[in-house]
């Protein structure tokens, strides 16, 4: 079984290859933009749109049943707000401002496709920040990378002093919910993780 994954993100590759999995990455082609304003269904459609993209290639249709692309898309939600990657220090820093002292929810749609199969799936997970000085956002901003970060944080970063609380899946902070991903390979797909590895 072939594994594609439609993501150019490092930290999805390397969740990914921490399993285990022998996959490749082939970079989507899809259009991202979108006025949908509930996380979950967001997510799903842009999940749905990466992975349809890469499994539509001619090269990729061709494999059938023997291959599975998949998609994903992650964002933070606060306070009733989408926050994307912010794509500037200035925008990070307003970022990092809102989910100070606040729980929030990271929200990835996963979309798996196996031959003419597309089956998504929604994973949350809830994560506690202390309340953040400027001095420690300013810290978070220099060592923390934030531009192409949703949320602009990284979990598994200079971001992690500053968190008091995680409640679900970790790896779905850091982008790629492992846990919900099993579940969808076997119950969507028919696809044991042994197939896999």
Do not use: W
Request: aromatic share 4%; hydrophobic share 40%.
């Amino acid at each position: 079984m072939e594994i594609i994954l439609a993501s150019g993100s490092p930290r999805r590759s390397e969740i990914l290859s921490s399993l285990g999995f022998d996959f490749s990455v082939i970079l989507p082609d899809a259009d991202e933009s979108s006025d949908i304003t509930d996380p979950c269904r967001l997510t799903l459609e842009l999940s749905r749109r990466k992975a349809l993209s890469v499994a539509a290639r001619p090269e990729i249709a061709a494999k059938g049943d023997d291959c599975v692309v998949i998609g994903c898309d992650t964002v933070v939600f606060c306070d009733g707000e989408i926050l994307g990657k912010p794509h500037t220090k200035e925008n990070a820093a307003i970022m990092l401002r809102k989910l100070s002292g606040k729980t929030h929810t990271v929200v990835s749609g996963l979309c798996l496709v196996r031959g003419g199969k597309a089956v998504g799936a929604c994973d949350t997970t809830e994560v506690t920040f202390d309340k953040l000085s400027e001095e420690d956002i300013d810290i978070c901003l220099k060592y923390g990378s934030p531009e192409d970060k949703a949320g602009a944080y990284a979990v598994q970063g200079i971001a992690s002093l500053y968190i008091n609380g995680i409640a679900g899946d970790y790896f779905n902070v850091v982008g790629l919910p492992v846990h919900r991903l099993r579940e969808t390979l076997e119950s969507g797909l028919g696809v044991r993780v042994s197939d896999l590895i």
